[in-house]
């Protein structure tokens, strides 16, 4: 018996069973779960109905991942699963999943940050700080003008910023891993980082 998506078999809300009066259908049909995990990339092309292709993934570990308050993206890899509404199981086997909360690199951000706005996030390692002893790099009077009405306009989640100190910061997987193939989110902000980060202590 394969995996059927029908609702042929299911019972009235009464209770009562009803006539099945025809067989399953192919386009009825379902497939095992793709269960992807973190891991070296493995993904698997699947011819479907129509002639159409999903690409099942069975082990990720980069994606592309927006921080949507500064409409900024960049590829960046996942380190971490560490949290799943649906079941503490699919965190301790560390499965990706649509809308899991994940811990991804901070790295791109960051560097991108320091040179948007010229503002440091974080701790500074060793070679960062010899760089800030050289002194700030030359730069036009007009790229001067434009980073400081940026950071005029600067706003950052203080709990976002504080995560950036360990260098690792927490996102939510957007795609579905079993079916496009892809690990691409978005960067937790305001009260759904609040929410996740109590949730994340109380687990």
């Known amino acids: ?27 009825e049909m379902g497939r095992q779960p793709a269960l992807t995990k973190l891991g070296e990339k493995r993904v ?45 199981e699919l965190v301790r086997t560390k499965t990706l999943v649509k809308n899991c909360i994940v811990q991804i690199d901070a790295t791109p951000f960051r560097k991108w940050y320091s ?35 940026r950071q005029k306009e600067r706003v950052i989640d203080p709990i976002l910023e504080e995560q950036f100190n360990s260098g690792r910061i927490l996102a939510c997987i957007s795609s579905r891993p079993g079916q496009s193939g892809r690990a691409d989110g978005y960067i937790l902000e305001g009260r759904e ?11």
């Open 115 to 149: 040179t948007h706005y010229n503002f440091e996030l974080g701790k500074k390692k060793k070679g960062e700080e010899e760089k800030a002893a050289q002194g700030p790099q030359k730069q036009s009077k007009s790229v001067k003008r434009k980073i400081e009405t």
């Open 1 to 27: 018996m394969g995996i059927s998506r029908d609702s042929r078999h299911k019972r009235r809300l009464t209770g009562g069973r009803m006539p099945i009066h025809k067989k399953k259908r192919l386009f």
């Open 44 to 88: 698997r092309r699947l011819r479907v109905r129509g002639g159409n292709f999903k690409f099942r993934a069975l082990r990720l570990d980069h994606g592309n991942f927006t921080w949507q308050s500064e409409g900024f993206t960049r590829p960046t890899r996942v380190i971490d699963v560490v949290y799943n509404a649906t079941n503490n």
């Open 193 to 203: 980082l609040e929410f996740y980060s109590k949730k994340i202590v109380k687990k």
